[in-house]
């Protein structure tokens, strides 16, 4: 039988996924232009925040606690914050210079 990893474990290595990624946008920032250059110091902000999320999640526990409300705020700044860089980046590609 496989050993599943707790809920622990996931959001650690979910916390060095986004971490990790937003490292990646960070360093190949300057490979895309002028255009790109905000976005992407934008979106590694975004990424790596939610990462650290990730690794607070860790060490508090559930951000569905009421005394983590704090947490549960991040968590929705963060999504809020993804979704502006999904948007921001179609809105880049589809206007004209």
């Known amino acids: 039988m496989p050993e599943y990893?707790?809920?622990?474990q996931?959001?650690?290595?979910e916390g060095l996924f986004w971490v990790a990624l937003g490292l990646l946008v960070l360093f190949i920032n300057d490979r895309y232009g002028k255009k790109y250059k905000?976005?992407?110091?934008?979106s590694s902000v975004?990424?790596?925040?939610?990462g650290v999320s990730d690794f607070v999640q860790v060490l508090y526990g559930s951000f569905f606690q009421p005394s983590l409300w704090w947490l549960f705020l991040w968590?929705?700044?963060d999504v809020v914050g993804?979704?502006?860089?999904v948007?921001?980046?179609?809105f880049?590609?589809?206007a004209k210079k």
Do not use: A, D, H, P
């Not at 996931?10 to 290595?13: D, Q, T």
């Not at 905000?38 to 934008?42: A, E, P, S, V």
């Not at 948007?87 to 179609?90: C, G, H, P, T």
């Open 46 to 50: 975004v990424l790596i925040t939610f």
């Open 87 to 90: 948007f921001w980046y179609l």
């Open 75 to 77: 968590k929705i700044v």
């Open 10 to 13: 996931f959001n650690f290595i």
């Open 92 to 94: 880049l590609r589809i």
């Open 82 to 85: 993804l979704i502006v860089m």
């Open 38 to 42: 905000k976005l992407g110091i934008f």
């Open 5 to 8: 990893l707790s809920s622990e």
